[in-house]
């Protein structure tokens, strides 16, 4: 049987910062319940987004706090949206949400959710790890952003869209540390990790389901192959 197809899924699509996208949601149950009908499989890795760097917020606002501890809040947030991911696609995710990716159930069901693990990383590391546990040897990363760029183009005015950028380059830009809510295309730990099983990440708006869509068919899409 083809191995699940892994998407790791922002946090801020799920709940941006004007809360729960409810229109979104709707949509991608939609696209997801589509292939399922064709004998695809998913697993849905949920991300934290808004949700879990405004908590992180308010710790710092309210008391001395250390990365680890910032970390669970994060964690935290990503197992609330999982959970929520899990209830909407109702009967074709009958499993309880998945928390450590390095043991994944083997019972195979239509939709696997999977939420952060522990601190350390986001959880695209959760998603490059359970690609590596299922076989899987590409990951559909959604988020709010079209491309990679070669710098952040918020600060830097020459900052070029990615199509293709292989992992030696993308880790350049991404560096090699992690702290509790950065907000990266792929997080350095997942990065590593992603380079060393030779993954190909591909990198995509999840606004547009389209080229969602596409990405997972393997068709063009806009967005950025990394790997």
């Known amino acids: 049987m083809p191995a ?13 910062d004007s809360g729960i996208d409810l229109e979104f949601l709707a ?19 949920c991300g934290g987004g808004s949700v879990a760097r405004r ?3 308010a710790a710092k606002a309210l008391a001395p706090e250390s ?13 609330l949206n999982a959970l929520l991911m899990r209830l909407a696609f109702g009967k074709l995710a009958p499993l309880e949400v998945v928390t450590d990716p390095s043991k994944p159930p083997k019972r195979k069901v239509p939709v696997l959710v999977a939420s952060g693990w522990k601190p350390g990383w986001s959880t695209d590391y959760c998603a490059a790890m359970l690609a ?39 880790r350049k830009i991404v560096g090699s540390k992690w702290s509790p809510g950065l ?6 730990i997942a990065s590593a990790l992603g380079a060393k099983l030779g993954l190909t990440v591909k990198v995509v ?12 068919s393997g ?5 950025t192959i990394i790997g």
């Not at 699940?4 to 941006?16: E, K, M, V």
């Not at 949509?27 to 399922?36: G, H, M, Q, S, Y």
């Not at 708006?205 to 997972?216: E, M, V």
């Open 132 to 170: 590596s546990k299922l076989g899987a040897k590409t990951v559909i990363n959604l988020s709010n952003i079209t491309y990679v760029y070669s710098a952040d183009p918020k600060k830097d005015p020459k900052a070029q869209a990615l199509e293709n950028v292989s992992w030696p380059d993308f």
């Open 205 to 216: 708006n999840g606004r547009s389901l389209k080229d969602a869509a596409a990405a997972i």
């Open 27 to 45: 949509e991608f149950k939609e696209l997801i319940e589509e292939r399922v009908k064709n004998g695809e499989r998913f697993i849905v890795v």
């Open 219 to 223: 068709k063009p899409f806009k967005g």
């Open 55 to 57: 908590y992180q917020q």
């Open 4 to 16: 699940p197809i892994i998407i790791s899924l922002g946090g801020s699509l799920i709940a941006p």
């Open 183 to 188: 907000n990266m295309p792929f997080d350095p």
């Open 67 to 79: 990365s680890a501890d910032l970390d669970w809040l994060g964690v935290m947030a990503t197992r």
